[in-house]
């Protein structure tokens, strides 16, 4: 299978300001809005075929990302989980790089008709997927349902300690020194 590029082509000032509409080299890739949210957090909504995709430019430029999963370094993510250890199993039942739970691997075969089992979670492939999948969909599904805002910060922290925690605004021990210990990786 060929991989296919698409290069995505903006202007903006050192406040993260879009000087210059957004160009998309693709013919089949139509522009669909732009939408600002906060100060420097610009999502483009583009549509390649029946494919809707959110692509966001955020921090002045500092990186381009399709979904939330990718504005979270999910090397990290497994570096804190499981020390890139792919057979890690917690107390708790987590499994796999990103520790992912049963409750987790039940949504994901639901939302998707799959028949995953927990030993699938061994597999980096199947774990990667899931883990970015509960952090850039499922998480802000709950987030924005429960009203509360969609950041990084409350991403990791509903990761970590459940949505639960988040919507009671509850932040334990562990989440927390969880958030600074991820700020410090990805400041490195």
């Not at 979270?72 to 990103?98: C, F, M, W």
């Amino acid at each position: 299978m060929q991989k296919k590029s698409l290069t995505i082509e903006v202007e903006a000032n050192n406040r993260g300001q879009l000087t210059t509409p957004l160009k998309i080299e693709d013919k089949k890739i139509e522009h669909l809005g732009v939408f600002t949210i906060g100060k420097n957090l610009n999502v483009w909504v583009v549509k390649k075929l029946s494919l809707v995709i959110l692509l966001v430019l955020a921090f002045s430029l500092t990186f381009i990302s399709i979904g939330w999963a990718e504005l979270i370094n999910l090397q990290v993510i497994a570096r804190i989980e499981s020390g890139g250890n792919p057979q890690a199993i917690s107390k708790a039942g987590a499994v796999g790089l990103y520790q992912i739970m049963p409750c987790v691997l039940q949504e994901y075969n639901a939302r998707y008709n799959l028949r995953l089992s927990k030993k699938d979670l061994y597999n980096p492939e199947v774990n990667t997927k899931i883990a970015s999948w509960y952090l850039s969909n499922r998480i802000p599904q709950m987030l924005r349902y429960y009203k509360k805002e969609v950041s990084v910060k409350n991403v990791l922290w509903a990761y970590n300690a459940g949505i639960g925690n988040v919507v009671k605004g509850r932040l334990p021990l562990e989440t927390k020194n969880y958030l600074i210990k991820y700020d410090k990786l990805t400041k490195k």
